[in-house]
């Protein structure tokens, strides 16, 4: 299908973006990489007025360190995220993640803003920033606005941006200690059947603040607060990955799709919990 | 005189100077393709063109309401809309049977239907504007009632009472059923040392064309013409489809396909909307294009493979097949497909199963049946996976069930190498095949000790691979009996017309076509050979049905066989015709000369007499100076068709090496084989691409692909995010290793070689899966081999 018809402009600045919200109000949709939105269009899912590119505004880019805070600007690419030195120190997560997002074509163009704003239920990204605690920066008219990663993906493909907001950035505290990455996709590049982003300390031979988080298996990245208890203050161990794979009953009730039945979902997050944390099994021995 | 012989064709370079058949030509074409410099149907751009889209329905099955199109001719634009009842004033309906196929029906088709949506998907109103964008707006301006019907869509309950009879005028939804027997199947079952069976479920897929179905039609009102440009793969047959229902003479109708991208068979088929866009030029006088979309073609392409299939086999202790006994029920959508009409698919199950193997006792039946879905028809390798799954699942049950080793129970029952003639149990008739050839030889390229230890000692760390093997038999160059004898204007005739020009170079116009797998570097190989000039001077038209000579296009692997032949001996016909000019020019008799890389030379010792370049001029500027008598038309046509046998069947074995993932049910491809004899090789790297092509669509149809319907008819998989294509990621090492029977049909030898990888990789891929399963106990039989399946058969989920 071709797009429906519609004005394109391209921001410079933060001003500009705010110029263009005032003059034309919801009609305005944001730009980044477009490798989601510039697929709906083709779909003619959504009709917006005005398209408004972004990816010219210099504030929005670059990687910085900020304290005891990785700073990460919305325009970072995925390709970029996979090979920038900081984040490769400070969250070597995000940097995992990167080879299980599509393609190279599409890593060369999308965004981590993008990637966040879209809110995918599927998508990696979501489930790192809610794993590792980030904070999406927010701007408006009326300046920046700090939310948690966990309270940002409020529904399927919803997020909590109010009108007239964008993101700037997202925040990433300093990696813990042990965080991976795991998914079960048909073919490489494809959004995961089932996935798990994962963080924790080890603490005197004991899981401290576990973040297990599921993609593809709900509305949104899952963090699973019942397997968190089952493993935080344990030693991770064979009975303790076994008592957070059981508790995944609580956690998730994944929707059925084309892949298959909810039950098979819940079963693959179990396989991926198994994989991750049996991985941590010898570190965490030999700091206990 | 010169003679090119079966034998000599096969010589090396060395031996046969301007030798090209056998060796791997680059493809004269290639580089246009991969430069974008290629000239599709979406790149021909007309005067007063206007362009197409389609209101399609959201229902399987719906009684067509009120249309109103008030709003949509309100959108800048919009030229016209055109409902059913518009086109039907100038287009008839066709109904898609074949007379050889006793008992068929089907209901007549309209481009547009007239009262009734038959399947989600169906093109129903179109609209016309001046642009696609324009149309797209107009049709979503359209306020049509759709009044929904009771959905017919699960095949199995197709028959039974209480079915919705999708068209009440043919009295039920069966379509088509035959039943072959022979020798005495009940006996043979009853004195059997082990019978095994297993229902095989073959998923609905589609071809994926990378270029969508295309065309433009341009009616001319000042000469009552309609040319067509078409993204086809059988112009000829098109011409005449498109004249019988406009009510035109064929000789007024053109059909022109310039760069092909892809057919798999899905461009053999008309098309409701293509035969509409047709109709709406006829009645515009101006040219109408229409370009399916993604989302279009995966509802509205063919679909094929929709299978359920029973089969039962009969072993003896030696592992000797008794009989085979298998059912097969196929659902088709709503119509069979004009003209090849989609009983073939379940018939080629009927003539297929049991292929390769010598036993005396068969039943095999096929019911075909109407459901509310896209309509099915040929697509690559017709019949054959499904034929290949079951007839080889059932042999490595048979050799489970015997504790007898794979491959050893395929040595003892595949059709030895001299019994040929043979006539298979199906009736089919072996002209030459190399089963036992082509076996060692896959022995010889898969190291299975190797391969089993490997296995063995994966195995004891909890890693589960399997190795499967899958013989097939392949029908390629198709006679008259295919379509011809059920009454189908489609010819198993081709033609080739070769001249040369004053400048010695050459030009063949053949009948047969290119989508992209090489058709006219073979063409181009077999012409310079047989007339003794450099590859590079021979240029290839195709496509077109007002400058080639008659012929059916390409499918069923007849380019080479049929397309490639006819070549050949316009082409030695031609090098007859230079050498007697020659022979008049030098005062030489004919036969004392030859014609090497563009020379006229002494047979005897080569020296060079002349150029054709000269001879060119001279025929051309300076025919004053000839002989008066002399014949000197420099072009030569000719035509094959096939005469002795109905089908070339070609054959051959794949090998599949697999690991299964138990705990998520995800498999890996390690690597994959195929040993196949498609006679005379034209081009060896062509027919490896070919193979592994073939292969990696094989592999689609076992492991990725599938066109997913809810209970009530609603395609699921619309995009290429949901419909999984193979992808090069997933894709194992394919080794391709080939055994030479040519066919003594024709001077060139060649069969088809399009459709053997296809046929046998998803037999091969389910059999190496089942035996990585088998120390846990499970099976699989119904593809896709999804994640979802594998973990169910593994009881790991219910
Ligand atoms: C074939 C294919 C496969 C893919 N596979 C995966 C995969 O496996 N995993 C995965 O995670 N992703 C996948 N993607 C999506 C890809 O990662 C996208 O790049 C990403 O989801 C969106 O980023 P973008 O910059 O392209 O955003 P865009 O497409 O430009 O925008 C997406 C949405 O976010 C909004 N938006 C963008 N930036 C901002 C901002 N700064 N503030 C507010 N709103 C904003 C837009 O308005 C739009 O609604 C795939 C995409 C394709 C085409």
């Given amino acids: 299908m071709k797009w429906p018809a519609m004005t394109y402009h391209r921001a410079t600045s933060l001003a500009d973006v705010w110029a263009a919200f005032a003059a034309h109000g919801p009609s305005v949709t944001i730009l980044a990489g477009g490798q989601t939105l510039l697929a709906t269009l083709a779909f003619r899912l959504s009709e917006p007025g005005m398209l408004l590119d972004i990816t010219r505004i210099p504030e929005l880019r670059g990687i910085t360190l900020q304290g005891q805070v990785l700073r990460i600007g919305a325009l970072t690419r995925h390709v970029e995220l996979g090979r920038d030195l900081l984040v490769r120190q400070h969250a070597p997560l995000l940097a995992q993640a990167v080879p299980h997002i599509a393609h190279p074509a599409i890593r060369n163009r999308g965004t981590i803003g993008g990637s966040l704003a879209y809110a995918d239920p599927a998508a990696e990204l979501p489930a790192c920033a809610v794993a590792l605690d980030a904070v999406v920066v927010a701007a408006s008219t009326a300046g920046e606005r700090r939310i948690p990663a966990s309270a940002f993906f409020t529904d399927l493909l919803q997020n909590a941006l109010a009108p007239g907001e964008i993101i700037v950035a997202v925040e990433i505290p300093i990696q813990p200690s042990l965080a991976a990455i795991d998914e079960v996709a048909r073919r490489s590049g494809d959004y995961a059947m089932a996935g798990l982003a994962a963080a924790m300390r080890v603490h005197d031979g004991r899981v401290v603040a576990p973040r297990l988080v599921y993609f593809g298996v709900g509305r949104g990245p899952v963090l699973a607060g019942a397997a968190c208890r089952a493993l935080e203050g344990r030693p991770l161990t064979a009975e303790s990955i076994a008592a957070a794979q059981a508790a995944l009953t609580t956690d998730l009730d994944p929707p059925q799709d084309l892949h298959g039945p909810s039950e098979m979902k819940r079963h693959l997050a179990r396989v991926l919990t198994a994989r991750v944390l049996n991985a941590w099994l010898r570190p965490t021995e030999m700091a206990a | ?798």
């Fill in chain 2, 1 to 798: 005189m010169n003679q090119i012989t079966p034998a000599s064709i096969g010589l090396s370079r060395e031996d046969l100077p301007n030798s090209y058949i056998g060796r791997s030509v680059p493809r004269p074409n290639a580089p246009k393709l991969v430069q974008g410099r290629a000239t599709y149907t979406d790149d021909v751009v007309l005067p007063r063109m206007l362009h197409t889209a389609f209101l399609r329905s959201p229902c399987a099955h719906a009684r067509i309401g009120a249309i109103e199109t008030a709003a949509a001719m309100a959108v800048p634009g919009v030229v016209r809309v055109f409902t059913g009842a518009d086109i039907a004033k100038v287009c008839d309906p066709w109904v898609a049977t074949l007379d050889h196929l006793k008992g068929m029906k089907s209901a007549p088709q309209y481009p547009l239907p007239l009262h009734r949506a038959t399947w989600q998907g169906e093109p129903i109103v179109a609209v016309l504007a001046e642009t696609r964008a324009a149309a797209e707006d107009g049709v979503a301006a359209l306020a049509v009632t759709f009044e929904p019907l009771p959905a017919q869509t699960d095949m199995e309950s197709a028959l039974a009472p209480g079915a919705v009879v999708i068209h009440p005028e043919l009295g039920d939804n069966l379509v088509f059923t035959r039943t072959a027997e022979t020798g005495d199947v009940a006996a043979a079952f009853a004195a059997a040392h082990k019978v095994v069976e297993a229902r095989f479920v073959t998923g609905r897929h589609t071809g994926v064309t990378l270029e969508p179905r295309s065309i433009i039609a341009d009616y001319n009102r000042a000469d009552g013409t309609l040319t067509v440009h078409h993204s086809t793969q059988a112009p000829h047959m098109m011409q005449g489809v498109f004249a019988k229902q406009l009510r035109m003479a064929e000789g007024d109708v053109r059909v022109i396909c310039k760069d092909v991208g892809g057919s798999f068979g899905i461009k053999v088929h008309v098309y409701p909307d293509e035969v509409a866009v047709a109709a709406m030029a006829r009645i515009m006088g101006r040219p109408v294009k229409f370009i399916a979309d993604r989302f279009e073609a995966f509802a509205s392409d063919i679909h094929a493979r929709d299978h359920r299939i029973h089969g039962r086999l009969a072993v003896d202790a030696e592992g000797r097949v008794l009989a085979f006994d298998v059912d097969d029920l196929t659902g088709i959508g709503p119509y069979s497909v004009y003209p090849r009409t989609s009983a073939i698919e379940g018939n080629q199950v009927v003539n297929l199963c049991g292929g390769p193997y010598d036993f005396r006792n068969y039943r095999c039946t096929t019911t075909v049946v109407l459901q509310n879905k896209a309509p099915t028809c040929q697509y690559r390798a017709v019949g054959h996976p499904i034929a290949t799954a079951v007839t080889e699942g059932l042999m490595d049950l048979a050799a489970e069930a015997l504790g007898m080793d794979p491959i050893e129970i395929r040595r003892r029952n595949l059709i030895r190498d001299d019994a040929y003639p043979y006539t298979s149990p199906a009736g089919m008739r072996f002209e030459g095949l190399s089963h036992h050839a082509s076996l060692d030889k896959l022995l010889q390229m898969v190291p299975v000790a190797r391969i089993r230890a490997d296995q063995a000692e994966a195995r004891s760390r909890g890693v589960y691979r399997g190795l499967g093997i899958a013989a097939f038999i392949e029908l390629t160059n198709p006679s008259p009996f295919m379509y011809g004898i059920g009454g189908a204007r489609i010819s198993a005739q081709d033609g080739c017309t070769v001249r040369m020009d004053p400048d010695g170079s050459i030009v063949a116009s053949s009948g047969v076509t290119e989508q992209g797998q090489g058709t006219e570097a073979i063409l181009a190989q077999i012409v310079a050979h047989g007339v003794g000039v450099a590859v590079e001077r021979v240029k290839i038209i195709t496509g077109d049905t007002q400058t080639t000579p008659y012929g059916g296009g390409t499918w069923a692997c007849r380019g080479a066989g049929i397309g490639g032949e006819a070549a050949l001996q316009s082409a030695i016909a031609l090098k007859q015709q230079l050498l007697d000019v020659a022979g008049a020019m030098l005062q030489a008799a004919p036969d004392s000369l030859d014609i090497v890389l563009g020379r006229i030379v002494d047979k005897a010792g080569g020296a060079e007499r002349m150029t054709l370049h000269e001879l060119g001029r001279i025929v051309y500027f300076r025919g004053d100076t000839l002989p008066r008598e002399l014949q000197r038309e420099l072009v030569q046509t000719r035509h094959f068709i096939t005469k002795e046998y109905p089908f070339a069947f070609t054959n051959g074995i794949q090998a599949s090496w697999v690991e299964v993932d138990p705990a998520t049910g995800m498999v890996k491809l390690l690597e994959h084989w195929c040993v196949e004899d498609c006679g005379r090789i034209v081009n060896p790297m062509l027919v490896d691409e070919q193979v592994r092509g073939g292969i990696v669509q094989g592999i689609g149809g076992a492991l990725y692909e599938h066109c997913i319907y809810d209970a009530q008819g609603n395609l699921l998989t619309t995009t290429l995010a949901d419909y999984l294509v193979p992808m090069s990621a997933e894709m194992p090492e394919m080794h391709v290793g080939h055994v030479e029977t040519p066919t003594r049909e024709s001077l060139l030898g060649a069969k088809g070689a399009g459709e053997a990888g296809t046929a046998g990789a998803p037999g091969a891929i389910m059999n190496a899966i089942n035996d990585a399963l088998r120390p846990l106990g499970a099976r699989v039989h119904e593809q896709p081999f999804t994640p979802e399946r594998i973990l169910r058969a593994l009881g790991t989920i219910a």
